[in-house]
């Protein structure tokens, strides 16, 4: 029996994590203080080349990360978010590129949002999340009920699909700008979860080569 398990266990694994991306859970109610967040979604993104991959993300105060999951849940690329500079990684080829976050955001993800901007736009907390100078920026859509349906801010427009039930969190997001156009659905969404110290260490800056972004695209178009 113990070497039946043995052979079978690597599929297993495989499964599990498949199911755990796949199985929907959301909080009932959204804390009124969010430290951190994170969760799994399907997000499709057209712009000059079509991304279509699940994706992993963890927000942390002043910090964010994205996995860029494969079809079996391994990493085929990760986007460290910082305030000041952001990283863009692939991990398999052991290569980075620095620059900007809205760059990066934008340059792979389609969302041309700052921090702050992507945290609100993942949970819809909206007013709570934004300073009162960003949150005028922005024109929102809202139902009868004064929940947040849509909005814009210069080029980039969203709507939401639909929201999980019995809570203005947004399960299915569409968005388009000058540049591209996509849809984001989430799957899982967490608060307030304990975070390990590891989730955001800049080691790969020891390990990693630095790339220029057209070097990054170049391996990318070639298949990562």
Request: aromatic share 16%; charged share 25%; net charge positive.
């Amino acid at each position: 029996m113990l070497n039946l398990f043995k052979k079978f266990f690597p599929i297993l694994s495989i499964l599990f994590i498949i199911f755990t991306q796949n199985c929907h859970f959301i909080p009932r109610t959204v804390p009124t203080y969010i430290e951190s967040f994170e969760g799994y979604a399907s997000l499709r993104v057209k712009n000059s080349q079509i991304l279509k991959s699940k994706i992993a993300f963890l927000f942390f105060k002043d910090k964010g990360r994205v996995d860029i999951l494969g079809l079996l849940g391994s990493t085929r690329a990760q986007i460290f978010l910082h305030s000041n500079i952001s990283y863009f990684l692939l991990p398999k080829r052991e290569v980075y590129w620095a620059g900007p976050s809205e760059k990066i955001m934008k340059t792979f993800l389609g969302f041309n949002l700052n921090m702050s901007e992507i945290k609100a736009f993942l949970t819809g907390q909206w007013k709570n999340i934004l300073s009162e100078e960003s949150f005028e920026k922005w024109k929102f859509l809202k139902d009868k009920d004064g929940k947040v349906i849509g909005g814009s801010r210069e080029s980039f427009i969203f709507e939401i699909k639909e929201f999980f039930k019995g809570t203005s969190i947004p399960k299915t997001i569409i968005f388009s700008s000058l540049e591209s156009n996509g849809k984001i659905k989430i799957f899982t969404l967490k608060f307030n979860q304990p975070i390990k110290p590891s989730a955001f260490s800049k080691f790969f800056l020891k390990y990693y080569e630095k790339k220029t972004l057209d070097e990054i695209m170049e391996l990318l178009e070639n298949g990562n």
